[in-house]
């Protein structure tokens, strides 16, 4: 099984778990509206990936951790979306939970698939006690308080706000907890694969910022200019859209340089590459290079 | 130290355990806001007494127990105020989250609080790893899908509610995780004690109707009548409140025969007893009976 289709089964086995005929049936919808389709699952991919250069001999517990991760990444985005945060209307060009459901149901949502991550964790973890601690704290330190995503979430309600520790809280911290928990299920040290999740995930935030200000609306799946419009830290808006796009691409490449010495650092490589063409098309990159060397005055106005 | 002092510094120690110069610090004060001073803590009180009764031998672990379900509490309070649920203003005499800190910081806050309840779980648990996964397993089955507390306040979302579905998931399954939890930490079997957890949690949830309905809002420390305002199914307005109080009186003595034999039984009986009369004092019972046998066609007419 490729390993889009191993973590949509995982996905759709964990939903399938809390199937009950005493389960309020509005609420399981919802959560399933959350997390399917989906978009490109790039943490548990990443976790997937890291489990098995480490030599992965848990699969279900792999397959939990990857689960547990890219459930705790849909709650975020169905809470980010409500109308108290970005109050989106679509998200990866379908109705947003609370447009389809309601908010109240949007906010449960996200709760329930907070859960519904350590359900996953408990349930394979009971065969594997050794390593279920660990793997539980690194799935927390990537989700709550003090540098997980909520709490980056969070300083966008505070007054000053440091734009590397929000975006290391908000976006790295699950990326980190993606590479650390597919060491930690396949019984290896994690310390050796943060980086490549500390790289990879402040390159998916400036990606993400990048974009916000670059493409329309129904290339993104979703509002464009919400940064801008929310008065949000940006790294296109503190360094310039050619500014950004450097600082990304040495990011991509700091992540492939990060990877350990391992059998599969080629698998790993190429992960890393096509998930920076899918983010930033090198020929996206280019374009924008030559339009604004030929006009340099406007290389700090965003498109 | 008494179980009360126990449980709030067990609360103040896990707080303090995410400070840290990175944390945001609006939410880190909204959540200890959602935490301090609380209420009666009976779920972790009922967790300390239910490890205790098993010849607790991992105090950590108790406590880590008794904190995750306070947590998982205080953060379904939070989240149940927000205006898309109850619009509450008070809470406990105090500002509500959201009141005090704004949405969004109320909707995270609440995230915070279950991810918390996890890291207490995984830093305890990594001395006790055999305890670990079935501790987890039980306070999510209280919390999550399909029958814990996010199911039940989903059932408020759904046209078609069984009275009893809706309480048993809103408030008894958590009940249920404090006994079983407490009984686990100490490395019992939890099956003895579900029936204390569910006698209990259903009893709460009727004296909770009973109350709403009786009692004004200077002394429940939120506002009256909210189940009646929101439409919401309720034992009082099932039942009339001279059955709901027969009913809440029935449970509690269930609750009491159901304490396995052991040398804390007493003890057991004494909390509940305790907590039964400051749920419905006994004085109120035998008022409201005397009121309504002397005007007995207005019987089911709620005060």
Redesign the interface.
């Known amino acids: 099984m490729d390993m889009m289709s191993r973590i949509q089964h995982a996905l759709d086995q964990q939903l399938g778990r ?3 005929p ?7 919808a919802a ?1 399933r509206h959350a997390v399917f389709p989906g978009g490109a699952r790039i943490r548990p991919q990443l976790c997937l990936a890291v489990a098995r250069a480490c030599g992965e001999d848990a699969p279900a517990l792999t397959d939990a951790a990857a689960v547990a991760i890219e459930l705790l990444h849909c ?2 985005l169905v ?1 980010d979306d ?1 109308p ?2 970005d109050d989106a209307d679509t998200r990866r060009g379908q109705p947003t939970v609370h447009k389809l ?5 949007a ?2 949502t ?3 698939l ?3 991550a ?2 996953a ?3 394979a ?2 065969a594997h ?2 390593r ?3 793997l ?2 690194t ?2 330190d990537g ?6 995503i ?2 980056g ?6 007054n000053r706000v440091d734009l590397g ?1 929000y975006q290391r ?1 908000k976006t790295g911290a699950l990326f980190v907890a993606s590479t650390c928990a597919g060491a930690q299920a396949a019984g290896a040290d994690p310390q050796g694969w943060r980086a490549l999740g500390e790289c990879l995930g402040e390159a998916y935030q400036v990606a993400d910022d990048i974009r916000d200000v670059m493409l329309q609306a129904d290339q993104l799946g979703k509002p464009a200019g919400q940064d801008a419009h929310h008065g949000r830290p940006s790294a296109a808006a503190n360094l310039g859209l050619l500014g950004a796009i450097d600082h990304f691409r040495g990011l991509m490449q700091a992540a492939i340089d990060s990877v350990p010495e391992c059998p599969s650092r080629g698998a790993m490589r190429q992960l890393v590459l096509h998930e920076s063409e899918r983010l930033i098309p090198q020929s996206t990159c280019d374009r924008i290079e030559r339009e604004r060397r030929a006009a340099p005055a406007a290389s700090h106005v965003v498109a």
């Open positions: 809390a199937r009950s005493s389960a309020p049936p509005r609420l399981m959560m709650a975020s809470h409500m108290c945060f459901y309601g908010e109240p149901l906010l449960l996200g709760d329930g907070i859960v519904m350590y359900q964790l408990a349930h973890g009971a006690p050794l279920l601690a660990g539980i704290q799935v927390c989700t709550g308080a003090p540098d997980g909520v709490a979430q969070a300083w966008e309600c505070e520790q809280a």
